[in-house]
């Protein structure tokens, strides 16, 4: 049955058939699919050998570790059982094309084009596979391979044939100039890529590596000119995803007039961290950690991320979006999510992602009384003069936009009632890092309370999951000094990644980009998940804006504005890291 989307095309309608923009996968249908498992000489096209084994020819696993039905739930089809081995007749054959649009940028040099080519490196990505860079800068294919050519390397426990890989890749990369609002322009990279196709089943991903305000003309363009007429179409949009819950919603109204919800894959990077991703696995699959994960026994988890430097020439987009957008209400809060959520009937990417919400729902609006914010200004250090933000010449001189943010968050549920969500992102501070912390409750009637003198927050335990930088988990203890006497000590059991696992871990776009791939939405935002996410911080930014609060200015280079201090006091609660700076 064809569906007309009258929005699309400027000119004369046009009908689309389901296949082009809310298609049922091929792998699920009886008519494309001989689900027999005689025939040995049936090839599958996605053979992805770094998460299967070589010798099963379907058998894809996605990060939540699960077999994986190459597009899950897509497109608006209902979910299967998985048959153990899906043979693909031999007269189809699929074809993979990634359209990263945008591709002069810095973004798709520096992440999404050496993502592409690690994937490919480690045989993550189909045989049949192309990549076609799109953008208005004037470039020819050479010229796009000698960009990308820069910035790709080579795994370091697997250097063998970099080169001869490296020259695979770039032969399977292509380019088209284009305008973004033009239907001709897309019209002109459907016949590129049906050439390169050449026939074959079309499964075709959008990485829009673009400005918000470009997101829409985009997908109107690529869904009515470039979209798969036989296979699937997926779009990946990176943050940020509106300034606040008006804009958001009008934004994904608008993507929703040419893509169904599970055709949009909106990407937070954080989630595709190596330690984001064993939050689930620490507390879900360790009897030690999933009964004391309640408000029982933690008594405070903090988020922290801070960097070491500023805008450094970016104050033109940041400062229309400031510290909280940019950082809290996106990374933290879906890490959060993924700390707080209740038990998810399974690893299935709706399960999760339900419980998410829940947990998002059953957070409290901020309020201004919540939130200190911070502006860093300049400051002289060994000899160098490292200016402040309204310093910046791509930054207004009166421009109140915080660089720093500290705030409160509670969660009105049973499992976390009266517990503090302490977070805290800032730039320009005296370190560069990521992490989360949770601070256990003391313990009651401590035998040994008089070795700790008065700062019984040196008894706390503490767990520390180190996100970035040298990834690591460790838990702080209380342990004898060895000796006759009896002196205690605060202890590390440490797990430092580097050195405890010899493989490089991957980076975060080459997660996202393979779950993109395979049809995994575990690790992307939802809509319903946006919105109520936006609706927690929406009432606070509107009411820093309209009372044109000042932001505390702190040093270029410090631990930020004394303000963080005190609001982390007001709930009896000390910042976990400045332990580990002194």
């Known amino acids: ?46 053979k992805i050998h770094s998460r299967i084994d070589p010798k099963n020819h379907f058998n894809l696993k996605s990060s939540n570790g699960y077999p994986l039905n190459a597009v899950s739930l897509q497109d608006g089809a209902a979910e299967k059982p ?3 081995e899906l043979v ?3 007269q189809t054959e699929s074809n993979l094309s990634v359209t990263v649009v945008g591709a002069s940028g810095d973004l798709a040099k520096k992440k999404i084009f050496p993502a592409l080519f690690a994937l490919f490196y480690e045989d993550c990505l189909p045989p049949n596979f192309i990549v076609f860079g799109y953008a208005r800068t004037k ?38 100039s284009g305008q973004y609002d033009s239907e001709e322009h897309f019209a002109e990279l459907d016949k590129k890529l049906k050439q390169k196709e050449e026939g074959k089943l079309s499964n075709r991903l959008f990485y829009l590596s673009i400005p918000p305000n470009i997101f829409v003309d985009v997908v109107r363009c690529a869904s009515c000119k470039a979209s798969s007429g036989n296979g699937w179409t997926r779009v990946i949009v990176e943050k940020p995803f509106g300034r606040d819950s008006e804009s958001s919603g009008e934004l994904t109204r608008s993507l929703k007039q040419y893509l169904a919800e599970d055709q949009i894959f909106r990407i937070d990077h954080y989630l595709g961290k190596e330690l984001v991703e064993n939050l689930s696995v620490l507390r879900f699959s360790n009897l030690v950690f999933e009964p004391l994960w309640s408000r029982n026994y933690i008594r405070n988890v903090q988020f922290i991320f801070s960097e070491d430097f500023g805008t450094e020439g970016r104050g033109g987009y940041f400062d229309n979006y400031g510290i909280i957008r940019d950082i809290m209400q996106n990374h ?60 910046d010449p791509t930054v207004p001189n009166d ?26 992102a800032g730039k320009a501070l005296n370190t560069r890092r990521a992490e989360i912390r949770v601070q256990f409750r003391h313990v009651p009637g401590n035998l040994y309370k008089r ?12 767990l520390v999951l180190r996100v970035q930088p040298d990834e690591a988990i460790y838990l702080k203890i209380n342990n004898k000094v060895p000796g006759l006497g009896m002196r205690l000590d605060r202890s590390d059991l440490n797990l430092l990644y580097k050195t405890t696992y010899s493989k490089e871990i991957s ?60 609001l982390a006091a007001e709930y009896n609660v000390r910042w976990g890291d400045l332990a580990e700076d002194e």
């Open 139 to 176: 470039m020819t294919d050479e010229e796009l391979r000698e960009m990308i050519s820069r910035t790709l390397t080579c795994r370091i426990d697997k250097r063998e044939n970099c080169g001869d890989k490296m020259e695979e890749f770039l032969q399977r990369c292509f380019y088209h």
């Open 399 to 424: 421009s109140l936009t915080p660089t720093f943010a500290a705030a409160a968050l509670f969660i009105d549920n049973a499992r976390w009632d009266g517990v503090p969500f302490l977070m805290k």
């Open 82 to 84: 998985l048959a153990k």
């Open 88 to 90: 693909l007749p031999e």
């Open 507 to 566: 980076d975060a776009y080459e997660r996202l980009l393979l779950d993109a791939i395979e049809g995994e939405r575990r690790l992307f935002i939802r809509s319903d998940e946006l919105d109520a996410a936006w609706s927690i911080f929406t009432p606070l930014l509107k009411e820093l804006e309209t009372k044109k609060i000042s932001p505390e200015l702190y040093p270029y280079g410090s631990r930020g504005p004394v303000g963080a201090h005190y």
């Open 451 to 462: 070795n700790f003198g008065m700062d019984m927050d040196k008894a706390t335990n503490e």
């Open 1 to 46: 049955m064809a569906t007309q989307i009258s929005p699309c095309c400027s000119s004369s309608t046009t009908t689309f058939s389901s296949s082009s923009l809310n298609q049922e996968p091929p792998f699920s249908s009886a008519k494309l699919f001989n689900f027999s498992t005689k025939s040995s000489t049936s090839r599958w096209a996605f």
């Open 332 to 391: 933290l809060l879906q890490i959060l999510a993924l700390f707080a959520m209740e038990t998810p009937v399974s690893l299935d990417a709706e399960d999760v992602r339900n419980e998410k919400v829940k947990v998002l729902r059953s957070m409290r609006k901020l309020r201004l009384e919540d939130v200190v914010i911070g502006q860093y200004k300049s400051q002289s250090k060994g000899g160098k003069t490292y200016l402040g933000y309204t310093e």
